[in-house]
DNA sequence: GTAATATAGCTTTTT
DNA sequence: GCTATATTAC
C-alpha cells in the first residue's frame, strides 16, 4: 500500500499493529499525525474494518477535521462513516443518541465558562455567599477540576477538608440541579455524563463498547481523569485502544491533565505493546538540539531524546530588546529581511507565539502600521463579542425555554423596563412553584401580575418566536429575531462609533449562519449553537491565507512553521508568576519546548527589558529557559550593559509616536 | 423602579 | 484597554 511505503520501520509498526492496546509515544515531528491517519487506512484498507467501527479522538476540531482530510484522500468517502471528533463532540453525540432513545429532549444547551460563571454567582448570591469573601471564579475553578476529576457533587463533598472547598460543595450541589432543571450541560458534563450513563447502564456499555472495535486517541497526554475514564469503558471490550502522545509536551495540567494518564499505560493495559517514535522531520539540528537541551532540565520525566537527520542549519537566535516594542520590530524587520534575501519564504511562512494573548497588542500594531499582513488566532474572539453573545442568548432562550440562565440574560436587553424589581418578583414565582423562569413570566402575565404591558408584550413577541423558529432558515430567522426584539434598533440609534462596528459584526454573524446552512442544509439551530460552543481557538488558524500568524503557544501546538519567533522570554511572564508561585514550571518548560519545536528552518528567540504592565514599566530578567541552552546553538546578542542613552531616545521616540 | 453614567478591578494558558 | 458593579439621574 502506498501509504504505508512513505513510513519508517517503526512508524510502520506502529500503523499495522494488529490487535491489542497500543502506545505510541511520539517525540515533537516525529510524524505522529502520519501514523494515526496511516494506521486507519490500514484498518479499513487492508483489514477490512468497517469504518463506522473505528473511533478517533482529538484535541480540538481542526486536528479532527484534518484527520478528515487526510483520511478522504487515502480511502475516500468511507471516512463519512468514521467518527472523528474531540471528546467533547464524542460526548455529546452519546448523550443525545442516548436522550432519543429513552424519549427525552435532545435539544441540550451547552453552557460555556462565562454562563458557567454567571450561574455560579446566581447561586452565590442565592446562598448568601460574599464575592469579596469567596470569588466565584475560585469556586467555578474548584468545580471544574471536580469534574474534570470525575467527582460528582456528592463525592466532592465527601472529600472536601477546607472551607473553601466545603462552599465550592455547597455550590456545586446545586449548580447540578440547577444545570439538570435547564436541560443544560457543562463541557465537563460532556464527558462526565457520558461516564454515568455507561456505569449504570450495562446494555448501554455493551452497545458503546461493541459498537467501537477499534479506538485511536490523539495527545493522550493531555487527557484528564474524566477523559482517560471514558476512554477505557469505551475500549473495555476489544482494548484495541491505540494512544498517542508526548508527555514531554504535557501543557494542560491547570485543566486537570494528568500524566499518569500516559506514564502509567502499561499498568492499566499490561500487554500493551509500546513504541518510541524519536526521529524528528521537522526541525534543523540546532532547534532540535536547543530544544533537548531545555526539556532536559525536567525531572518528571520519560527518558526519550529526539534526534533528526535534517541539516545542522542556523543557530538559534536569540535577541535582547529594549521593550516589548523593539521586541516587535525585531519581529517585523526580520520577516522583511528573510521574505527579501529568500524569494520562496511567503508571509505564511512566519509565527509569532506568546505566553498570554495581552502581548499580541504589540505585534498587532506594528504589523498593522508596517503594513505586514497578520492573523490573530484565538484570544479576543468573534463569538466572544457582546452582541453575538446576546444574539446567540436569544437563540438558546427560544429554542429551550428550560434555559433560565440566557432567559435571564435577554430579558431587559435591549433596556424594555424589566429591571430588578419586576425580576425579583418573577423569580419568587419560580421559586414557590419550581418552575422555569420563562414559565414564570408567562404565569406572572397569564395572573395579570404586572399592572403595565410592558412584560406581557415582550412575552407575546417572545411566543411568536418559538414559533417561527422551526420554519424559517436558521439566518432568516436570526435576523427576525433582532428585528423582533428591537436590538437592531437599539444599536442603530446608538450614534457611538462602536455601534457601528457592532452592527457589522451581526451582519457577520447572521452571514456566518448562512454559510453554515449552505453546507449543512439539515441543521437545526441547536446543532449550530452547539458547533459553535465546542469551537476552539486553535479551530481558528488557517493556512491558506498568506499571512503572519500571532498565537499562544498553547493553540499552537500540533502545527509547525519554517520560521518561529518565541517571544517574551522573561522570568513572571515565561515562566509565568504563577506558575513559579505553584511550583509548575516543569509544565512550563514544556510549554516552552513545544514553542521551540514548532519551527522547521529557524528560531528566534526574544525577551524584553522592560515590560510595561498596566500604569508602570518593569524592568525584566530574562528567561531560565534561555540560559538553559546549550551555547553552541545559540547565538545570542544582547543590549549593551550601558544602554542608557539608547533608554532615553527610545523613552523620546515613545513621546513623540505614542 | 429603571436607565444612563462613573468607577474600580482585573489580564495564563482553553475544550 | 474593557467589563461588572456602584452611584446618580430621570
Not at 528567540?605 to 541552552?629: D, H, P, V
Request: hydrophobic share 40%; charged share 30%.
Amino acid at each position: 500500500m502506498p501509504f504505508l511505503r512513505s513510513l519508517n520501520s517503526l512508524q510502520l509498526k506502529a500503523a499495522t499493529h494488529a490487535d491489542g492496546p497500543l502506545l505510541v509515544l511520539a517525540g515533537a515531528g516525529s510524524g505522529k499525525t502520519r501514523v494515526l491517519t496511516s494506521r486507519i487506512a490500514h484498518l479499513v484498507k487492508n483489514k477490512r474494518v468497517a469504518p463506522s467501527s473505528i473511533l478517533a479522538v482529538t484535541f480540538t476540531n481542526k486536528a479532527a477535521s484534518e484527520i478528515r482530510e487526510r483520511l478522504t484522500a487515502l480511502i475516500g468517502d468511507k471516512t463519512k462513516e468514521m467518527c472523528v471528533g474531540t471528546f467533547h463532540t464524542a460526548g455529546l453525540r452519546i448523550l443525545q443518541e442516548e436522550a432519543t432513545e429513552a424519549g427525552k429532549k435532545t435539544k441540550l444547551t451547552i453552557f460555556d465558562d462565562e454562563e458557567q460563571l454567571l450561574l455560579v454567582r446566581l447561586i452565590m448570591s442565592e446562598l448568601s455567599l460574599d464575592e469579596k469573601d469567596v470569588p466565584s471564579k475560585m469556586i467555578l475553578y474548584e468545580i471544574n477540576l471536580a469534574k474534570n476529576n470525575n467527582m460528582g457533587a456528592a463525592e466532592y463533598r465527601a472529600a472536601s477538608d477546607d472551607s473553601l472547598s466545603r462552599t465550592a460543595a455547597a455550590v456545586y450541589e446545586v449548580y447540578q440541579k440547577k444545570l439538570r432543571a435547564m436541560n443544560a450541560v457543562d463541557f465537563g458534563d460532556l464527558i462526565s455524563e457520558p461516564i454515568r450513563l455507561l456505569e449504570s447502564d450495562p446494555g448501554v456499555l455493551n452497545k458503546y463498547s461493541s459498537r467501537f472495535r477499534y479506538i485511536l486517541v490523539d495527545e493522550y497526554q493531555d487527557t484528564n481523569r474524566s477523559q482517560y475514564t471514558l476512554t477505557r469503558l469505551l475500549a473495555s471490550k476489544h482494548s484495541n485502544l491505540c494512544v498517542v502522545g508526548d508527555p514531554d509536551q504535557s501543557i494542560y495540567g491547570w485543566r486537570g491533565a494528568n500524566l499518569k494518564n500516559i506514564l502509567n499505560f502499561r499498568d492499566d493495559y499490561p500487554e500493551a505493546v509500546v513504541i518510541k517514535l524519536e526521529e524528528n522531520y521537522r526541525s534543523t539540528k540546532n532547534i532540535l538540539s536547543a530544544a533537548n537541551s531545555v526539556i532536559r532540565n525536567n525531572s518528571e520525566r520519560l527518558d526519550k531524546t529526539l534526534w533528526t537527520a535534517n541539516h545542522a542549519g542556523d543557530a538559534v537566535h536569540y535577541e535582547e530588546c529594549l521593550n516589548e516594542y523593539q521586541e516587535a520590530r525585531f519581529a517585523v524587520n526580520r520577516v522583511r529581511k528573510i521574505i527579501t534575501e529568500n524569494p520562496t519564504a511567503k508571509y505564511r511562512d512566519f509565527v509569532v507565539l506568546y505566553r498570554t494573548n495581552t502581548q499580541s497588542r504589540t505585534f498587532e500594531e506594528l504589523f498593522f502600521e508596517e503594513g505586514i499582513p497578520y492573523n490573530i488566532v484565538g484570544g479576543f474572539k468573534f463569538f466572544d463579542r457582546r452582541e453575538i453573545k446576546d444574539t446567540l442568548s436569544y437563540l438558546k432562550a427560544i429554542t429551550n425555554p428550560d434555559d433560565s440562565l440566557n432567559f435571564l440574560r435577554i430579558i431587559n436587553v435591549p433596556p424594555r423596563g424589566i429591571g430588578r424589581a419586576a425580576i425579583e418578583k418573577v423569580h419568587a414565582i419560580s421559586r414557590d412553584f419550581d418552575l422555569s423562569l420563562y414559565e414564570s413570566f408567562r404565569k406572572a402575565v397569564a395572573d395579570s401580575a404586572f399592572s403595565r404591558g410592558g412584560v406581557a408584550e415582550f412575552m407575546g413577541i417572545f411566543e411568536a418566536m418559538r414559533q417561527e423558529a422551526g420554519e424559517l432558515p436558521i439566518h432568516e430567522f436570526t435576523s427576525r429575531v433582532l428585528i423582533r426584539t428591537g436590538y437592531l434598533a437599539f444599536w442603530s440609534a446608538k450614534k457611538t462609533e462602536d455601534a457601528d462596528e457592532r452592527l457589522k459584526n451581526l451582519d457577520g454573524l447572521v452571514a456566518s449562519i448562512k454559510n453554515y446552512e449552505d453546507s449543512h442544509p439539515k441543521a437545526t439551530i441547536a446543532d449550530y449553537l452547539n458547533l459553535v460552543a465546542l469551537m476552539s481557538d486553535a479551530d481558528g488558524f488557517n493556512e491558506k491565507h498568506n499571512k503572519v500568524t500571532l498565537m499562544t503557544i498553547h493553540s499552537a501546538k500540533g502545527l509547525e512553521f519554517p520560521y518561529v519567533f518565541l517571544t517574551g522570554l522573561e522570568e513572571g511572564l515565561f515562566p509565568h508568576k504563577r506558575s513559579i508561585e505553584e511550583e509548575s514550571v516543569e509544565e512550563e518548560r514544556r510549554l516552552c519546548y513545544v514553542g521551540m519545536t514548532r519551527a522547521r528552518r529557524q528560531l528566534f528567540l526574544l525577551s524584553a527589558k522592560n515590560r510595561a504592565a498596566g500604569k508602570e514599566t518593569n524592568l525584566q530578567i530574562r528567561s531560565r529557559f534561555i540560559e538553559e541552552i546549550d551555547s553552541e546553538h545559540l547565538n545570542k546578542v544582547e543590549l549593551e550593559p550601558k544602554g542608557t542613552a539608547e533608554e532615553h531616545m527610545e523613552k523620546i521616540r515613545r513621546l513623540l509616536n505614542p
